[in-house]
């Protein structure tokens, strides 16, 4: 079935990539590019939450994955404690500031524009004044978006854009696809947090983690159902949204996981430029 619908138009062949929010994560995300790339299948255009909007705007701006892969070895995307700045809780909005997110981002990419990327980026947000996620892809504000986009409420102080606050893509929407669906006639998702059946939940924080991770799951299946792949690293399994110790383990995840997926669904490669 899927193989009688495929087909790229000569007036629209963009192809888009959706990255989820996940925390540590999210460096699947890096894996999975580096292995469609190695099938030689490049994105065009990018939309992403959290995490997946922090990687994937530096993709978008030209790093490859094994440029992102030493720059987390360099201790530059490596734990989020690096990229906190700790705020007195009853003067701020959140426990830490993104000074040091929006530092990094303005080194990496000194232009600070969406339209300077190399490739088209998305970046989902979350309007705390309307209660409704929001996509941004314009401007010379980059490194505002990115952090607001992970800005984990009640982790990272709220960014305020006029007098209206944002905070992380993920609360409403983890899989924002919608923000690329009239760009892309073909979007592949990366959901790295996909829904797993709980065996057990010793502690409270067990509770808690997967009640976020099933309202994540929710939210997500809108922009879901807008991809035509999705590929879903497994490394929920063993790891969690605060284990950047392990990323290396968790970037294998996330290149297993799309090589994989490809060899099953070889219309995939009908992608490759």
Known sequence: MIDDLFYFSAANDSLGICLSGGGALGFAHIGVLQSL????????????????????????????PADMLQLIKDDKLYKVTKLMTIRPTFLKSGLSTHAMLQSLIRELIPHN???????????????LNTAQWEIVSTGSELDKWVSASATIPGVF????????????????????????????QTIIGVDVIPHIIPTELKKPIDALAFSVRAMQHQNSKAGRDLCRFIIEPQAIVEFHEFSFDAYLAIYHYGYSAATKYIVDNPHMMKLRK
């Open 37 to 64: 790339e190695d099938h030689g299948i490049f994105p065009t255009h990018i939309v992403g939450s959290s995490m997946g909007a922090i990687v994937g705007t530096l993709y978008a701006a030209g790093y490859s």
């Open 113 to 127: 524009s969406f339209e300077q990327l190399k490739k088209k980026m998305h970046v989902c947000v979350v309007n």
């Open 157 to 184: 102080e709220t960014i305020k854009d006029g007098e209206t606050f944002y905070v992380d893509g993920g609360v409403l929407n983890n899989m924002p696809a919608q923000g690329i669906a009239e760009f892309c």
